[in-house]
């Protein structure tokens, strides 16, 4: 029942303009913040202040507005029937370039991206330019919702595989895919490792580094940022290389360190778009 209902949802979204969709996600959004935990609140609030030096009242407008991001973004998922029949006007790419260079060498490649923008969008955008995007899912709590969203992701073009199934993922690079990995949350002490992010001892998932270096190829960095007017830019780095020397440990912090690097500076430049909700530094305290 509950699939059917989102999808009658998104039907009904998709007959209302773009601009009335983001204020009504915005709308809903505010109206769900002050229901959000304390504790939750708290921790974004301490979180923004450690890592970027703002006062108490800039830390609670970028933590708030984090959030609130999330309604015209869930309104933008809904409308992707309607989007990606336009999708190269509503989504710019800057960077294209090193992400076709990467690909001619037949390896596949790998995209360093993170919870910042509506980065459900971007693999749909890159899809739709002519780039083979594996999304790289993990599995929805509700089977209802789970269906739905992987339904829509490949609406826009992608492939989705479950997180867990990395021997597809390597199949498919073989053939000339782009693996999309989400590589900015806390993960176990066991499987991280730990980095400096914001200047804190971080751990991180080892996921692109290890891949990049397996296939023999290089990191991209890429993030999306919405801009003033409502659209959106894709932002493409030059690729990160891997070091492949005799310590694959070390070879996976190298380059995974520098990946941080760029995304430290992307949040900088669009702080309100990261998700700062998530602890981020959570097995570090454990």
């Given at each position: 029942?509950?699939?059917?209902l ?16 983001d ?6 959004a ?7 935990p304390a ?20 830390s609670?407008?970028i933590?708030?507005e ?9 309104f933008?998922?809904l409308?992707f029937?309607?989007?990606v029949?336009?999708m ?8 294209a370039?090193?992400?076709?260079t990467?690909l ?14 509506n980065?459900e ?17 993990m599995?929805?709590h509700d ?9 829509y992701r ?14 597809e993922?390597?199949?498919?690079m ?13 993960t176990?002490?066991?499987?991280g490792v ?17 891949m ?10 890429g993030?999306?940022?919405?801009k ?11 690729p990160?290389?891997v ?23 992307h949040i900088?430049?669009?702080?309100e ?7 981020r ?5 454990e």
């Open positions: 029942m509950t699939y059917y989102v999808r009658f949802l998104s039907r009904l979204v998709c007959l209302l303009p773009g601009r009335l969709c204020a009504l996600g915005r709308m809903l505010l109206c769900l913040w002050p229901f959000l504790k939750r609140k708290k921790l974004a609030r301490e979180q923004v202040a450690m890592c970027l030096g703002t006062d108490a009242k800039e609670e407008r933590a708030k984090s959030a609130v991001r999330f309604g015209p973004m869930l933008e998922v409308r029937p309607v989007i029949r336009r190269a006007d509503y989504v710019e790419i800057e960077g370039e090193h992400l076709r990467m001619e060498k037949g390896k596949g490649a790998v995209i360093a991206t993170a919870h910042t923008g980065w969008l971007m693999g749909g955008a890159l899809s739709q330019a002519g780039f083979p995007i594996i999304g790289v899912a599995r929805q089977a209802a919702m789970d269906r739905f969203i992987n339904e490949c609406l826009v073009g992608m492939h989705i595989t479950y997180k867990d199934d990395v021997r993922m390597f199949r498919m073989k053939k000339g895919w782009i693996v999309g990995l989400l590589a900015d949350q806390d176990n002490r066991r499987d730990v980095l400096d992010f914001f200047g804190q001892p971080t751990n991180c998932v080892p996921g692109p580094a290890a990049a270096r397996s296939a023999g190829i290089g990191v991209i960095p993030y999306i940022t919405r003033k007017d409502g659209t959106h830019k894709i932002i493409l780095h030059a990160i290389d070091p492949r020397t005799k310590d694959k440990r070390s070879d996976i912090r190298t380059a995974g360190q520098a990946v941080n690097r760029i995304l430290e500076q900088r430049e669009h702080p778009e990261w998700f700062w909700l998530h602890d530094w959570k097995s570090m305290h």
